[in-house]
Nanobody
Framework: QVQLVESGGGLVQPGGSLRLSCAAS????????MNWYRQVPGKERELVAA???????NYGNSVRGRFTASRDNVKNTAYLQMNRLKPEDAAVYYC?????????????WGQGTQVTVSS
């Protein structure tokens, strides 16, 4: 499997912005969806955003209009631009990819990056 490496989390004030990145190295035949999930203690992991290989995006209701998912297929990197952050956006954010390597369809999770929204 491929290792996904996330970066960009941190502490931000309400109303601020952060940009998360999720990168991987590997001989991908194709990367289907690049997804972003988040999880807070005691709750299930929820889908925040997804972007297909063709660039179509889908967002959770709570982030639609504030978050933007994008991807760079040359760099094998996914991005999540988070604007107008709210305290309830605080969570550990994970990327999750669905891809093909060596003729095998696989999926992988990133290690997670903490986002804290607080004044």
């Amino acid at each position: 499997q491929v290792q996904l490496v996330e970066s960009g989390g941190g502490l931000v004030q309400p109303g601020g912005s952060l940009r998360l990145s999720c990168a991987a190295s590997g001989r991908f035949s194709i990367i289907y969806a690049m997804n972003w999930y988040r999880q807070v203690p005691g709750k299930e992991r929820e889908l925040v955003a997804a972007i297909t290989k063709d660039g179509f995006t889908n967002y959770g209701n709570s982030v639609r209009g504030r978050f933007t998912a994008s991807r760079d297929n040359v760099k094998n990197t996914a991005y999540l631009q988070m604007n107008r952050l709210k305290p309830e956006d605080a969570a550990v954010y994970y990327c999750y990819w669905d891809y093909v390597v060596g003729g095998t369809r696989l999926s992988s999770w990133g290690q997670g990056t903490q986002v804290t929204v607080s004044s």
